[in-house]
């Protein structure tokens, strides 16, 4: 429940109490390890920061706040949707597999506690700027340190962790290169659109530094998925802040020469082999013509969780034919109308808020428009940075709401004329 008091939008406001900050340490570490994944044997990934989300519920309990305005009918359908499709799963094969068991209903724990703690936190715009500063810090840290060694592993021919496919594909330490090239993006926008404005979150060597080697490390992901993402983000923001998109065009181009002499003219050929890789291409599209197929026969409720993976014998690599194949026409509404509220709260809070923390808003929007169109190419719902951005949106939001609504609360009542 959110108590309306004075406050000031752009002054940093106290949120916990008196007890401690521990709640807020365990978040902002939560965030600095989301880009950070090892594999446990042939089918299963750990994520650190999943440890870390679990001891700020044990001892963060205490700070744990229910923003009311953060939180939506959609949320709980979300819920629903996947409860009624493990059921359908069930009825139709007899037995629900132990992967979507685990990593799907047991898994969508995972983001939903991450929303539930980040939205107790993030209260003010202090904090909100804050966690932005500290995810893309975290990823260009990781960043660096993975395109280093997918460069020298280029030159010295020696296969690393932090790339795939032969090591042609950065991946980072997502394990997966779509996944990373994901992140990737998302840190861009953010840091792109949020270093703009009077207070911005980064700026000079550490903004450019920054933008080079997130942009880098996405060439280097060879993620079509990724790129496409981004380049939605751009055009969102060619709509909104024109300038910026051509402030980092022309960046990226003054740093294309430096990369050539990085990794040699010979490199080029890789990058239109692997950019290109048609054959890929068709299969996607026959997973999309799969998907379809399956919500031929069950339109309404889908086949059920994991009904594509059974039936294909791969998943669906497109979150809306996910949607689509497994929970049926109704599910894919529920999870469109999911996004659509991040988008309208997104802007809302943009429209609302201070002009000096109007920017941070803006790179949250362009997140979650990267992020969608990520989706298109990869099962992205679970993605905890994508997460990470609707807490955020949602907060943002909230912020906005108070103020506006405290702004109206003091402004004087004109006083009434004498009949």
Not at 11 to 16: A, G
Not at 72 to 93: E, K, P, Q
Not at 340 to 360: D, G, H, N, T
Request: glycine share 8%; hydrophobic share 55%; aromatic share 14%.
């Amino acid at each position: 429940m959110i108590h309306l008091k004075a406050y000031h939008p752009l002054k940093p406001q106290r949120i916990l109490p008196d007890g401690g900050n521990i709640l807020a340490t365990l978040v902002g570490a939560y965030i600095v390890l989301l880009p950070y994944q090892f594999q446990i044997g042939k089918t299963m990934n750990v994520a650190p920061s999943d440890c870390l989300l679990l001891l700020a519920v044990i001892f963060g309990v205490g700070q744990l706040k229910w923003i009311t305005v953060a939180w939506t009918y959609w949320h709980l359908a979300i819920v629903l949707v996947f409860a009624s499709a493990s059921l359908v799963c069930a009825l139709n094969f007899g037995v629900l597999a132990s992967y979507e068991l685990i990593n799907k209903d047991v898994g969508l724990l995972v983001p939903f506690i991450s929303y539930f703690t980040i939205t107790s936190v993030a209260t003010d715009w202090h904090w909100l700027r804050k966690f932005l500063r500290l995810f893309v810090m975290s990823v260009v840290f990781e960043n660096v340190l993975a395109v280093c060694a997918y460069v020298a592993a280029h030159f010295l021919g020696f296969m690393t962790s932090f790339a795939q496919y032969e090591g042609l594909r950065l991946s980072g330490m997502l394990l997966d290169p779509n996944a990373y090239g994901g992140l990737l993006a998302t840190a861009l926008v953010i840091c792109e659109a949020g270093s703009s404005g009077p207070a911005p979150l980064f700026r000079g060597a550490t903004l450019t530094v920054s933008r080079i080697t997130l942009a880098t490390g996405l060439l280097f992901t060879f993620s079509r998925s990724a790129w496409l993402g981004l380049g939605l983000g751009l055009l969102v923001l060619c709509f909104l802040r024109a300038r910026l998109v051509g402030r980092l065009i022309g960046n990226l181009f003054l740093g294309a020469p430096f990369l050539l002499c990085l990794v040699g003219p010979g490199f080029l050929s890789v990058i239109q082999e692997m950019a290109s890789r048609p054959k890929q291409v068709q299969e996607r599209f026959d997973l999309i013509q799969f998907a379809i197929e399956g919500f031929k026969r069950h339109p309404i409720l889908g086949g059920g969780l994991g009904s594509f993976r059974l039936t294909v014998g791969e998943i669906a690599h497109n979150s809306a034919m996910w949607f689509l194949a497994d929970f049926g026409v109704f599910g894919l509404i529920l999870f469109l109308g999911f996004l659509a509220w991040f988008f309208i709260k997104a802007w809302e809070a943009y429209q609302s808020a201070p002009s000096q923390q109007r920017p941070l808003v803006l790179a949250l929007l362009l997140a979650h428009t990267t992020m969608a169109g990520v989706a298109m190419g990869i099962e992205a719902f679970y993605q905890r940075h994508w997460w990470l951005v609707f807490a955020l949106i949602a907060s943002a939001y909230t912020v906005s709401r108070r103020s506006r609504l405290n702004i109206h609360e003091a402004r004087p009542k004109m006083p009434e004329l004498a009949a």
